[in-house]
């Protein structure tokens, strides 16, 4: 189990003097850290199951040892991106955004479709997909690099963007910016 998480203003013990944000980063690294040690226990067992003695190949066409090798080096490579995306998350830098703020990474958008439907994402370094509740607010992880990402960045409250082609397309408004 890890026991690395440094949460954010984790010197005071009552999460009320916390920020939002503060507090919503430190949800964040919860999650990736149960995410991390998944990860870890999958690569584990891929390797105890790559070295087992009875995955060694009986004759050439005895390949669930190799594909065990396969699975192991997936895994590790699964958890050592698990842990780069822990680390890039302790690392951002707390800021509570005002409604003159551009979107950066660490900003907490409000933004609504076409259809009228809101939808709140946390922009991040990396981890996006990661999906939760927080707050009374659904949030979804998103990272600077999705086209969604790529489209908030440098926005401001207010504005307006489109994602995707003909009958793909998605028209968003920004109504909020934490």
Same mark, same amino acid.
């Given at each position: 189990?890890?026991?690395?998480?440094?949460?954010?203003?984790?010197?005071?013990?009552?999460?009320?003097?916390?920020?939002?944000?503060?507090?919503?980063?430190?949800?964040?690294?919860?999650?990736?850290?149960?995410?991390? !040690?998944?990860?870890?226990?999958?690569?584990?067992?891929?390797?105890?199951? !790559?070295?087992?003695?009875?995955?060694?190949?009986?004759?050439?066409?005895?390949?669930?040892?190799?594909?065990?090798?396969?699975?192991?080096?997936?895994?590790?490579?699964?958890?050592?991106?698990?842990?780069?995306?822990?680390?890039?998350?302790?690392?951002?830098?707390?800021?509570?955004?005002?409604?003159?703020?551009?979107?950066?990474?660490? !900003?907490?958008?409000?933004?609504?479709?076409?259809?009228?439907?809101?939808?709140?994402?946390?922009?991040?370094?990396?981890?996006?997909?990661?999906?939760?509740?927080?707050?009374?607010?659904?949030?979804?992880?998103?990272?600077?690099?999705?086209?969604?990402?790529?489209?908030?960045?440098?926005?401001?409250?207010?504005?307006?963007?489109?994602?995707?082609?003909?009958?793909?397309?998605?028209?968003?408004f920004i109504t909020d910016i934490i």
């Amino acid at each position: 189990m890890i026991t690395e998480s440094r949460l954010i203003n984790n010197s005071t013990s009552d999460s009320e003097d916390m920020s939002y944000k503060a507090r919503l980063i430190n949800h964040i690294i919860t999650e990736l850290v149960q995410i991390h !040690a998944t990860a870890l226990n999958a690569a584990k067992h891929a390797h105890a199951m !790559a070295t087992d003695k009875q995955n060694i190949p009986e004759n050439k066409y005895d390949t669930l040892g190799l594909e065990s090798g396969y699975l192991a080096q997936g895994q590790a490579q699964r958890a050592a991106e698990c842990s780069a995306e822990l680390d890039a998350f302790k690392h951002i830098i707390v800021k509570d955004f005002v409604a003159q703020d551009s979107i950066t990474i660490g !900003a907490l958008v409000g933004i609504v479709d076409q259809h009228e439907t809101p939808l709140w994402v946390f922009l991040a370094p990396s981890s996006g997909g990661t999906k939760f509740e927080f707050e009374g607010r659904k949030i979804m992880v998103i990272s600077a690099a999705s086209p969604l990402g790529k489209q908030l960045l440098g926005k401001e409250l207010g504005d307006e963007y489109h994602i995707g082609q003909g009958s793909h397309s998605k028209h968003y408004f920004i109504t909020d910016i934490i």
